[in-house]
């Protein structure tokens, strides 16, 4: 056998072996229900998780979530989305492949289900890297509806336009679910301003910067979800238009 014709078997080899891997990954993404031994299911929301938890609690998180989910108009009222919370590493590399690291993934359109790393179920609370919970106001109820949001927001445009939002639109309109919708715009313009460390991204990790924006056309310039998503606004004239339009307090 010539050397060419053995590198073409050995190229051809490790294509099927990356498209069966693919395939397998894409697999337990899309139905990732054995590898998490509990779950509670209330009304359209279902909760599995690696760790007990209390039915109890779960089912009140869910209705929480629910009522975030609920408030925006993106929401479809329809089909069900599937929360995993991913506590064991392994199981967290597994599911959250190249994000590991953040707080929470979605991979849609291959699937609905939405991924959260390590929580306290029963406290409602996500936990950080350290093992301590993240403070609220982001609760996993948060987490949880902003990663849900994500997956609304592909469902309205496709997957293809989700793709290519502007980021402060993408993430701003997930954390403004995430929130329900609950901002204070002025306070948040006014730390803007005055340069709050949480209003910077790469400094804080947050979507806070985002949020306001999204709120501002939303709330303030009344814009329609539709208008905001098909607008494609650089974030810099974004920013430019909500500065303008909120004048500072004397």
């Known amino acids: 056998m010539t050397l060419s014709r053995t ?18 990954v894409a697999a337990v993404l899309a139905y990732p229900q054995p590898l998490f031994a509990y779950r509670v299911v209330h009304g359209r929301l ?3 998780s690696d760790r007990p938890f209390d039915p109890g609690k ?5 209705a929480d979530v629910d009522r975030r989910i ?14 995993f919370v991913a ?12 994000n590991y690291g953040a707080g929470g993934v979605n991979f849609h359109p291959l699937t609905r289900n939405v991924f959260i790393r390590g929580s306290d179920i029963d406290h409602d609370r996500m936990m950080t890297s350290l093992g301590t919970p993240v403070p609220p106001p982001r609760t996993l ?12 927001i592909s469902e309205r445009i496709g997957a293809m336009a989700n793709r290519r939002l502007p980021r402060w639109i993408r993430e701003g309109l997930a954390d403004y679910i995430g929130f329900a919708g609950d901002v204070d715009v002025q306070d948040v313009a006014r730390k803007l301003r005055a340069g709050d460390p949480e209003l910077d991204p790469a400094r804080s990790g947050l979507y806070a910067r985002y949020r306001l924006l999204v709120a501002f056309f939303l709330a303030h310039e009344g814009w329609s979800i539709d208008r905001l998503l098909a607008s494609r606004l650089p974030q810099a004239e974004a920013e430019q238009k909500l500065l303008a339009g909120m004048p500072q307090a004397r």
């Open 58 to 62: 779960a089912a009140l998180l869910l």
């Open 141 to 152: 109820a948060y987490f949880a509806a902003h990663e849900i949001g994500h997956s609304l």
């Open 70 to 83: 609920a408030m925006s108009p993106l929401d479809r009222h329809d089909g069900t989305h599937r929360i």
């Open 46 to 48: 279902a909760l599995y």
């Open 7 to 24: 590198l073409l078997r050995l190229a051809l080899g490790a294509t099927l072996t990356g498209a069966t891997l693919a395939t397998s």
């Open 87 to 98: 506590n064991a590493p392994w199981r967290t590399r597994l599911t959250f492949l190249w």
